[in-house]
């Protein structure tokens, strides 16, 4: 319980609220978001290897419900119908290759089914951003093979650009609003090489591993680490702190020794250093000024004098000779001090 009141100060109660808030974080918020971003990348590598395996497929096999463009983007489908040239939308913002580019989005008609917004590839965009000329869509009916692509979020407010309205994200719900077409709301197509239609087709992501699952067994490591680093420091604590407790009584029993001597007796100041008793005045008992005797000290005040501070400084050096200095406790609890903090 003595223990525990030492904690109980404002510096250790911060250090472990912020420890235990720390640890909260990495196990609530900062691993499960990075182990969900590697799920989510392991989930679009297996759809894209799904997508070139498989053989392309009519539209209306694959797509089966309101999720099928999330579960099985970039899987291939076909689908015939005409396109609708007069109703074109830009995607702004992009680089392949590290070039600008704007995509060309423009409206499918297909023969069975509500219309669709296809990206039939990219243009490098021209000096001072402008809209490169670009073949328009062939007319008549056709057949074409893409990949499903799903909704994007963001702003998709559009901005006219050359006579068209330019986007920076892919929503068919706002592009048709704009266009004045009645567009599939859940996904859109990606047209591939080579179909009626097609620009220079845009790139598709290859299969990586990603930093993301790495970044996650770190947080979790990191929530570990936070609450073992604070018992271990409060381990050094009480340890130091035991020491110093050590350190403290041996320093008092080292003090204890110095004050009393070996022999159990105590020293007095009627003895001299040479063990002749002296009077309060730290001369020899045997003159005595009354009886004129010179012996005790004379009429020479000057070398009464001397005799009395060689006395005082012999019986000084009797003194720490026999029970040593008391300052030596404290140059040793010093010194013991300075190496605990060197260490």
Known sequence: MRILRRFLTPGWVIGVLAAALFAWACFALLAPWQLGKSNDLDARNARLAESVEAEPAPLAQVVDGPQAYAEREWRLVTLTGEWRPDSEALLRLRSVDGELVYQVLTVFDPVDGADMLVNRGYVLIGENNAVPD???????????????????????????????????VVDPVVIGDTLGHDLVSEGYLQLAGGQPGSLS????????NGPYLSYGLQWLAFGVL??????????????????????????????????????????????DARGGDTDDLGRDGGGDPANGDSSGGGSDGGGRGA??????????????????????????????????LRT
């Open 307 to 340: 005799t009395e501070l060689d006395e005082a400084s012999a019986r000084e050096r009797a003194m720490r000779a026999r029970y040593g200095d008391r300052n030596d406790a404290e140059q040793r609890r010093a010194f013991r001090r300075a190496d605990r």
């Open 134 to 168: 670009y073949p328009a869509a062939p007319a008549g009916e056709v057949e074409i093979t893409a990949r499903l692509r799903v909704t994007e979020p963001g702003e998709a407010e559009p901005v006219p650009m050359a006579g068209l309205p330019a986007v920076r």
């Open 226 to 271: 936070a609450p073992a680093a604070l018992i271990y420091f409060a381990w050094a604590e009480i340890r130091a702190r035991r020491r110093d407790a050590e350190v403290a009584a041996a320093d008092a029993d080292a003090d204890q020794g110095a004050g009393t001597p070996d022999d159990g007796t105590t020293p007095t100041a009627g003895v």
């Open 201 to 208: 087709p845009a790139p598709i992501p290859g299969i990586e």
